[in-house]
């Protein structure tokens, strides 16, 4: 999902009032943009409490960096690449120091008492059960190939802005994805097959 030509002059607009120190501006990038950072924190680091500290340390680096920006790509994507290397560097941390980690949310099945759309029972607990599955196996993959996958899948980039992101060309994009679907697909079999 691309962004509207408008709204990216509007983020260059108010990237370029942060610069100058306006708050209000500051606000208004946040709000419009959270959802994007905490959902893509969210989905590489698992759902925990340092999503929302990474995500505060993402603005920080926004308002931090403003005076210095130039809309030289576009700004989600410049954003993205502030969240990729936070996210990179809190997934390193967590490896050094894996005791630091409480994910209350780690096995944890979460089931539907209502079901809206009228599935028995048994349908939305094997739905549910694929869901905590996929999720499992997107947390699996290398950091680099989550990164891209959440990208591409969730947050609906393109190839050539997932490459400005992480840093890499357009064939590198296509193999990393590559490699991570089949690991996706080889993790998943199970419910393939079935």
Same mark, same amino acid.
């Given at each position: 999902?691309?962004?509207?030509?408008?709204?990216?002059?509007?983020?260059?607009?108010?990237?370029?009032?942060?610069?100058?120190?306006?708050?209000?501006?500051?606000?208004?990038?946040?709000?419009?943009?959270?959802?994007l950072?905490?959902?893509?924190? /969210?989905?590489? !680091?698992?759902?925990?409490s340092?999503? =929302?500290? #990474? *995500?505060?340390?993402?603005? %920080?680096?926004?308002?931090?960096?403003?005076?210095?920006?130039?809309?030289?790509?576009?700004?989600?994507?410049?954003?993205?690449?502030?969240?990729?290397?936070?996210?990179?560097?809190?997934?390193?941390?967590?490896?050094?120091?894996? /005791?630091?980690? !409480?994910?209350v949310?780690?096995?944890? =099945?979460? #089931? *539907?008492?209502?079901?809206? %759309?009228?599935?028995?029972?048994?349908?939305?607990?094997?739905?549910?059960?694929?869901?905590?599955?996929?999720?499992?196996?997107i947390?699996?993959?290398?950091?680099?190939?989550?990164?891209?996958?959440?990208?591409?899948?969730?947050?609906?980039?393109?190839?050539?802005?997932?490459g400005q992101?992480?840093?890499?060309?357009?064939?590198?994009?296509?193999?990393?994805?590559f490699?991570?679907?089949?690991?996706?697909?080889?993790?998943?079999?199970r419910?393939?097959?079935?």
């Amino acid at each position: 999902m691309s962004e509207p030509p408008s709204q990216e002059l509007d983020d260059a607009a108010l990237m370029a009032e942060v610069g100058r120190g306006d708050t209000a501006a500051f606000q208004r990038l946040v709000e419009r943009h959270q959802a994007l950072v905490i959902g893509t924190v /969210g989905r590489m !680091l698992g759902n925990n409490s340092d999503v =929302e500290d #990474v *995500a505060q340390q993402v603005f %920080i680096r926004v308002w931090k960096s403003a005076p210095r920006y130039r809309p030289e790509a576009k700004f989600t994507t410049w954003l993205l690449t502030i969240t990729r290397n936070l996210v990179f560097n809190e997934a390193r941390r967590r490896k050094r120091h894996p /005791g630091d980690l !409480l994910d209350v949310h780690e096995g944890e =099945e979460t #089931v *539907a008492l209502a079901d809206s %759309i009228g599935r028995k029972p048994d349908e939305q607990l094997l739905e549910d059960e694929l869901q905590l599955a996929v999720e499992a196996a997107i947390r699996a993959l290398p950091e680099k190939q989550r990164m891209a996958v959440i990208l591409r899948r969730y947050e609906e980039k393109s190839y050539e802005e997932i490459g400005q992101i992480l840093d890499l060309s357009l064939a590198a994009v296509k193999s990393l994805l590559f490699r991570a679907r089949t690991e996706l697909r080889i993790a998943l079999s199970r419910y393939l097959e079935g």
